[in-house]
């Protein structure tokens, strides 16, 4: 299942086409308040994010997957009710 959250990542985990922390929307990581770091980086929905490690970024992809995932549940359910 394809999913529009756009997390995309190269064979090393950092994101294809190695951006910089410079080219990041965000300088400091959402989880723990400390400066982005290079292997933390991802894409998201086009823009580059970033992550204080590589943990945290595999961590923020899972859930995005799980939302994207539980909504694409909750859309079929709502496509069969309207039938």
């Not at 929905?45 to 549940?73: H, K, S, T, Y």
Request: aromatic share 6%.
């Amino acid at each position: 299942m394809g999913h529009s959250a756009d997390i995309t990542t190269g064979p090393s985990g950092a994101p294809a086409g190695t951006p910089s922390v410079n080219d990041s929307v965000n300088a400091v990581c959402p989880w723990t308040g400390k400066p982005v770091s290079a292997d933390g980086l991802t894409l998201y929905a086009g823009a580059v994010v970033g992550f204080a490690n590589a943990e945290l970024r595999d961590q923020f992809a899972r859930a995005v997957r799980q939302f994207e995932d539980a909504l694409a549940v909750r859309r079929a359910e709502t496509a069969g009710n309207s039938e």
